[in-house]
């Protein structure tokens, strides 16, 4: 299926990583909009960026328009997937989306401090908190799919927002996390529920999103090996 050209055209700059990036890759294809991906010089390209980080997105249009330039992952997200239609108008039912995000990224940055801290005892306790969110995340994204019908949709009967997010932050974990737990995958797989297993299958095989869902890795196969 080739992109709408009356759509604007994007570039994604991000590192070569799942991260932060890989939702906003997720939401560009299944936008079915042009895109293409740069990889700054780092940390040479870090003070040209807006606040110094990556991902950044920059939007092209097509009628002559200045380019739009926006940071910090979380609100590129919403800004494709609004614009884009991956979440609903209505704002309490995009909110019950953004919350489930939100959630998880919390689970990211508590993984990131186990990564950074050097001091063994501290290190365990980050783990340990890692561990912990993971556990609370599973236990609510299992009832939400299971009041949504168990169809691996977290809401209504097609893609969304919130199932893109969940998709990745299980992909960061049980792939982009190996270097640096290597047993990681071993750790979450005993913990996965048939809801979520059905979920991550759901996305991964989704048409909107085949052209580049497994370039980042194939997760169904990570988590059943
Ligand atoms: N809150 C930011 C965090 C972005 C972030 O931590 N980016 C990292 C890569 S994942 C980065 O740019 N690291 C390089 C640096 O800080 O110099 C977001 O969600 O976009």
Known sequence: MSADSDKPSYVLRYFDAIGYG???????????????????????????????????????????????????????????????????????????????????????????GFVRDIHDEDKNAKLKTFEEMLDKIIAIQTKNLKSNGNTGRLFGDSLSYADIATYVFFKNVAIGFVKFKADIADYLKPKLTPEIIKLISTVETDPKLAKNVLKSGNLVAAISA
């Not at 990889?39 to 807006?50: A, V």
């Not at 939007?59 to 997937?81: H, M, N, Q």
């Open 22 to 112: 890989e939702s906003i890759r997720l939401l560009l294809t299944a936008a079915n909009v042009e895109w293409t991906e740069e990889r700054p010089e780092w940390p040479r390209e870090k003070p040209n960026q807006p606040f110094g980080r990556l991902p950044v997105l920059i939007e092209k249009s097509t009628d002559g328009s200045p380019e739009f330039l926006i940071c910090e992952s979380g609100s590129v997200e919403r800004y494709l997937a609004r614009t884009y239609g991956f979440l609903p108008t209505d704002l309490k039912k995009a909110a019950l989306q953004e919350q489930i995000r939100d959630q998880l990224i919390d689970a990211i940055v508590a993984f990131t």
